[in-house]
């Protein structure tokens, strides 16, 4: 079982970038998928980024499409989650979890079994 952990967040204003990390604990990420999800108060918790854990296949939500990029280290230590052109709609804690890698890349299959302690983001407008 993969220890996960988050760090990166912070309050930034509208149209700024943050990238955000999910490092994995005395373990690498090796036949882990992993996914960046967000929960927002007073929202269910939303899937944002999934990413293969050989990195060759990624899913990004409409929300975010085109402004957040995820990607793995070389040595598949660290999730990242790079995030531009921020907007206040974005605010929210955001959990990297992982999956393994036995049931493929299609989303709708995956078991997150292990998740972070989440990284709050905070965009002001």
């Known amino acids: 079982q993969v220890q996960l952990v988050e760090s990166g967040g912070g309050v930034v204003q509208a149209g700024a970038s943050l990238r955000l990390s999910c490092a994995a604990s005395?373990?690498?990420?090796?036949?882990?998928?992993v996914g960046w999800f967000r929960q927002a108060p007073g929202h269910e918790r939303e899937f944002v980024a999934f990413?293969?854990?050989?990195?060759?296949?990624?899913y990004s939500s409409d929300s975010v499409k085109g402004r957040f990029t995820i990607s793995i280290d070389n040595a598949r230590k660290t999730v990242y989650l790079q995030m531009s052109s921020l907007k206040p709609e974005d605010t929210a804690v955001y959990y990297c979890a992982a999956a393994p890698s036995t049931y493929g890349t299609i989303l709708r299959n995956q078991v997150w079994g292990v998740w972070g302690q989440g990284t709050q983001v905070t965009v002001s407008s």
């Open positions: 990413i293969q854990w050989g990195g060759g296949t990624t």
């Open positions: 005395e373990r690498t990420f090796a036949h882990y998928n």
